[in-house]
């Protein structure tokens, strides 16, 4: 075949590729011109959700995990290409943890007393019509996850993506009532509106109908959030360190970070955005990083051109975010092999490259004189959020340390970030982890509200 006629043959590809996609985004379960008509159309379909049994819920979820698992590489494919963020079989993989591990009605549990007065139930019920805003570095994860969790709870959803994400955000939502109606379930569980926009978010938030926000974000929209007088979870922004210290497996300690720095371009807020490396082994690890993982080391001046071109005066560049390494590089005119995946150098914690959560897969590494030192700069470098930290070590006395100094929500040791996800790792998955409001890691049970109901001087049959 000539060069020309494969030329030919991509285009098609190409094209098809997109006419596939226009067709399969066209269908519009949920979605609507005006907000306002949005809300209605969720509170009608909560009354029936409200009524339904767990086993109802279940059967829809069910469903919703199945549609999840088919369009996986579509919602994939359709994120990168709109928001030109992050790497599709990453996306792939955060589809298949969301449909696979986000709990379920298992998760609504009941407290009972019984005993000589009687039998005290406290049950978890639903909000009602929960708001949700949700963010362009995981728009379809955070849609599907929030659905499953929000109505396994009782609740429907209305949802403020973000406005970089609304082709992928309408299509997880179409997704989500196509699976209800497919067995026999309401329409509009999950509902948006076609232009999001910051008005259309403050008509949700002072919306009488809407008693629960749950917004996943920067730190604006979670102080919005929870200035709208309602209640709020407040999932928002982290800038998680790597703690390295000598009693670590440096080559796994190596391995472990790359691996999660570079998950979806690092995108997710979980990722692992800096090291601190005590001395003794800074320079071992970087070794491994380079020799190894496939981490490529910038001069001071090529880091002072990455700096010019990720941060414009002093605002993180959006073309810059999620995207990989030879990408990132190629902007600063380095033309690097495919092999490489990070970019890596060495400075004080205030380097800007350092100390700004980045969401791209450029490692910082600072060098701390002892552990003490490493813990007090780590806990500099990830601001007071308490979102999430990672550390390295076989000390338990180090590890218990860094833990209480931290006080995040998510810490993971010996392992990379995304362990705390449930991939390589035990637990649940989320993708809105409630940082500021401590909520932790959302699941169905954090969309309910605790309901207590008494019965006196009866039912108790022991
Ligand atoms: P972003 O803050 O730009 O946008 C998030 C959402 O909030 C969007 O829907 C956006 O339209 C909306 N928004 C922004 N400012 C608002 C305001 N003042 N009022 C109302 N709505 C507003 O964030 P992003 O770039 O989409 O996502 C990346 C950020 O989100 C990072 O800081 C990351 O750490 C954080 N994040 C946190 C979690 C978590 O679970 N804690 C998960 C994903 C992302």
């Known amino acids: 075949m000539s060069l020309n006629e494969r030329m030919v043959q991509d285009i098609v590809q190409e094209v098809m590729a997109k006419m596939q996609l226009q067709s399969e985004v066209s269908g519009n379960h949920g979605v609507f011109s005006d907000m306002n008509e949005a809300i209605e159309a969720s509170k009608k379909t909560q009354k029936i959700?409200?009524?339904?049994?767990?086993?109802?819920?279940?059967?829809?979820?069910?469903?919703?995990?199945?549609?999840?698992?088919?369009?996986?590489?579509?919602?994939?494919?359709?994120?990168?290409?709109?928001?030109?963020?992050?790497?599709?079989?990453?996306?792939?993989?955060?589809?298949?943890l969301v449909a696979e591990k986000t709990p379920g009605t298992e998760d609504i549990t009941t407290t009972a007393w019984s005993g000589d007065r009687g039998l005290t139930l406290v049950e978890m019920g639903p909000f009602g019509v929960i708001g949700a805003i949700t963010p362009c570095t995981n728009?379809?994860?955070?849609?599907?996850?929030?659905?499953?969790?929000?109505?396994?709870?009782?609740?429907?959803?209305?949802?403020?993506?973000?406005?970089?994400?609304?082709?992928?955000?309408?299509?997880?939502?179409?997704?989500?009532n196509e699976a209800s109606l497919e067995v026999g379930g309401p329409d509009n569980i999950a509902v948006t509106v076609e232009h999001p926009t910051m008005e259309t978010s403050n008509?949700?938030?002072?919306?009488?109908?809407?008693?629960?926000?749950?917004?996943?974000?920067?730190?604006?929209?979670?102080?919005?959030?929870?200035?709208?007088?309602?209640?709020?979870?407040?999932?928002?922004?982290?800038?998680?360190?790597?703690?390295?210290?000598?009693?670590?497996?440096?080559?796994k300690a190596a391995e472990d970070i790359v691996n999660g720095c570079t998950f979806d371009n690092n995108l997710p807020c979980i990722a692992e955005k800096e090291i601190v490396a005590v001395n003794s082994i800074a320079d071992e690890l970087l070794h491994y990083m380079v020799q190894e993982q496939g981490c490529y080391m910038i001069s001071k001046e090529e880091q002072d051109a990455l700096t010019a071109v990720v941060l414009q005066n002093g605002r993180l560049n959006r073309k810059c975010v999620g995207r990989d390494a030879k990408t990132l590089l190629g902007m600063i005119g380095i033309v690097v092999p495919n092999n490489i995946r990070c970019i890596v150098f060495e400075g004080e914690?205030?380097?800007?490259?350092?100390?700004?959560?980045?969401?791209?897969?450029?490692?910082?590494?600072?060098?701390?004189?002892?552990?003490?030192?490493?813990?007090?700069?780590?806990?500099?470098?990830?601001?007071?959020?308490?979102?999430?930290?990672?550390?390295?070590?076989?000390?338990?006395?180090?590890?218990?340390?860094?833990?209480?100094?931290?006080?995040?929500?998510?810490?993971?040791?010996?392992?990379?970030?995304?362990?705390?996800?449930?991939?390589?790792?035990?637990?649940?998955?989320?993708?809105?982890?409630?940082?500021?409001?401590?909520?932790?890691?959302?699941?169905?049970?954090?969309?309910?509200?605790?309901?207590?109901?008494?019965?006196?001087?009866?039912l108790c049959i022991r």
């Open 49 to 96: 959700v409200g009524q339904m049994s767990m086993d109802q819920r279940e059967q829809i979820i069910s469903n919703i995990r199945k549609k999840t698992k088919e369009h996986a590489e579509m919602l994939a494919r359709m994120g990168v290409e709109e928001t030109g963020m992050g790497n599709v079989g990453h996306k792939i993989l955060k589809h298949q």
């Open 203 to 251: 008509i949700m938030m002072k919306h009488k109908d809407i008693h629960l926000i749950a917004a996943t974000g920067g730190p604006g929209v979670v102080t919005a959030v929870l200035s709208s007088g309602k209640r709020g979870i407040g999932a928002g922004a982290g800038n998680p360190p790597a703690l390295v210290d000598e009693t670590a497996d440096i080559r």
């Open 349 to 458: 914690k205030e380097h800007p490259l350092i100390a700004e959560e980045l969401m791209m897969p450029i490692l910082g590494l600072v060098r701390a004189k002892d552990f003490d030192d490493a813990v007090e700069k780590a806990v500099w470098l990830e601001h007071g959020n308490r979102h999430s930290a990672h550390i390295h070590s076989k000390n338990v006395d180090n590890i218990t340390k860094y833990a209480k100094a931290m006080d995040t929500a998510i810490l993971v040791k010996n392992g990379p970030s995304y362990a705390a996800l449930g991939f390589g790792g035990e637990g649940y998955c989320t993708f809105t982890i409630a940082s500021r409001t401590g909520e932790g890691l959302t699941s169905a049970s954090t969309f309910t509200k605790r309901r207590r109901c008494v019965m006196t001087d009866s």
């Open 139 to 176: 728009p379809s994860e955070t849609v599907l996850c929030n659905t499953i969790g929000m109505l396994a709870g009782g609740n429907t959803v209305v949802f403020n993506p973000h406005p970089a994400a609304i082709k992928t955000s309408i299509y997880a939502v179409n997704l989500i």
